[in-house]
């Protein structure tokens, strides 16, 4: 069958839109339903990215390398990894993904509830604290796709599952803090979909500059070897790449 250009885009685009649509309705789904306090919990909303973030990894990496963020794109353009142009386009669908995510949930539940579950600061937080923890929160992230979805000294089964927990032990350290997007698209849909734009560029530069530094620091020192010519061209995991299973 012909591999369609377009496959990788509507990946990422599918990936993203889930992580905004689970992420926003796991924030506010308590005060939708009315339930009592505690039962939506920082854990909670954790494992929910993360898992998310996991199944979506396990189902569509194979398809697009199962980037779902545009930090984690940046990091592959940055390294050469992958072109500026294809990253232009990856972005591109991964910012639309998070959009219609948005979007769908406002016609729904309305503006207010989106921009509840749209990260945003803590009221006394800095912005450059808040930058400064959105990098370091993502150079986690980052370096973590790089060692186990890249590395292919890496078991090939334990990257999804690897990627996910990241994401929920960053949402369980700083979620109270910044609300740990780790990721411009997670921001970026809701905050176009339902207004909440504040704070909005923290959750670009933090991002951004974290996951760059932790690709670099794997491309050139930590990984030590040129990614092989299917991990190079995919930006990711690729199906045909020989890993160990275990």
Not at 19 to 31: D, R
Not at 204 to 230: D, N
Request: proline fraction near 7%; include cysteine.
């Amino acid at each position: 069958m012909h591999d369609s250009p377009a496959r990788p885009l509507v990946a990422e685009a599918i990936g993203t839109f889930a992580l905004c649509f689970v992420g926003i309705l796991a924030i506010t789904v308590g005060k939708l339903t009315d339930q009592p306090a505690g039962v939506v919990s920082l854990a909670s909303i954790a494992l929910a990215h993360g898992l998310t973030i996991a199944v979506m990894v396990s189902a569509l990496g194979a398809i697009s390398g199962g980037h779902f963020n545009p930090a984690v794109t940046f990091g592959f353009v940055v390294t050469g990894r992958m072109s500026p142009v294809r990253g232009a386009m990856y972005w591109g669908a991964q910012l639309l993904g998070a959009f219609v995510a948005g979007a769908l949930l406002v016609s729904v539940f309305g503006s207010k509830t989106v921009g509840d579950g749209t990260p945003g600061l803590f009221e006394g937080v800095p912005t450059g604290a808040g930058i400064l923890l959105e990098a370091v929160a993502t150079f986690f992230l980052v370096l973590v796709i790089f060692g186990t979805a890249v590395d292919e000294r890496a078991p090939k089964s334990v990257y999804p599952f690897a990627i996910g927990f990241t994401v929920a032990l960053d949402i369980m350290a700083i979620g109270p803090l910044t609300g740990a997007a780790m990721n411009p698209a997670r921001a970026f849909g809701p905050a176009l979909a339902s207004g909440a734009w504040g704070n909005h560029m923290v959750f670009w530069v933090g991002p951004l500059l974290g996951g760059a530094a932790a690709a670099l620091l794997q491309h050139h020192f930590l990984i030590g070897r040129s990614p092989s010519p299917a991990v190079a061209e995919r930006g990711g995991p690729a199906p045909e790449e020989q890993r160990r299973t275990h």
